[in-house]
């Protein structure tokens, strides 16, 4: 009975390794083998639980996903009440600059990331990534459509499309943060969209 436990943590452990990995050097300079030494894991084992490096970064994908939804969900419900949709839009990109400037920004968001190397060349990843980005636009659609109740921003363009103009933004922020090394570019991007852009 304890064999499928042991099992599973060694599967989770390496979907772990496998974000700060693949978040930090991309896909292509992601190699297996430096996944499986950061868990102590034999080569052989890898191939017990993913069929291929790309089914494993599929999967990667998924849990990334999921696990910054359920981070974000918690905030929307604990310390996020309280704050109006634009300040709720504000702690949240604050506190992931925070993250990547405590990495030394060479972590950046792994779907962000992950598209632009290999979207193109893997169908599988590409649904997950599409998975993800559809999930992530439905909360920020959400967070937009309280604002605009609000009347907090403009109400000329639907929320769905806001979130992904915003969302446009935020990605194409992270990738001149981590050319600057800087999170001051991403902060006043993000302070134009949402007081000139997004304005009511």
């Known amino acids: 009975m304890n064999r499928p436990r042991r099992s599973e943590h060694t599967r989770e452990a390496l979907i772990i390794a496998g974000i700060e990995q693949l978040s930090e050097h991309g896909y292509h300079g992601t190699g297996i083998k430096q996944i499986l030494d950061e868990v102590n894991v034999p080569k052989g084992s890898f191939y017990n639980f993913f069929a ?3 089914a494993f970064v599929a999967e990667v994908i998924g849990h990334y996903s999921r696990d910054l939804l359920n981070q974000l969900s918690e905030f929307m419900t604990g ?24 990495h030394e920004f060479k972590k950046s968001c792994l779907v962000g990331s992950i598209a632009t190397e290999i979207s193109a060349e893997s169908e ?22 309280q604002a605009q109740i609000q009347q907090l921003v403009r109400d000329d363009i639907s929320p769905t499309d ?10 194409g922020a992270l990738i001149k943060m981590k050319m600057s090394a800087d999170t001051q570019p ?11 852009l997004l304005k009511k």
Do not use: D, H, N
């Open 124 to 145: 599988m990843c590409r649904i997950e990534l599409e998975a993800a980005m559809k999930q992530w636009l439905i909360f920020f659609s959400a967070i937009f459509e």
């Open 52 to 54: 291929s490096k790309e």
């Open 162 to 171: 806001m979130a992904a103009v915003y969302w446009a933004a935020w990605e």
């Open 79 to 102: 310390e996020g009440k309280t704050l109006t949709p634009i300040e709720q839009l504000r702690t949240i990109y604050r506190y992931s600059l925070k993250q990547y400037a405590s």
């Open 186 to 196: 991403v902060k006043k991007i993000m302070e134009l969209m949402i007081e000139t």
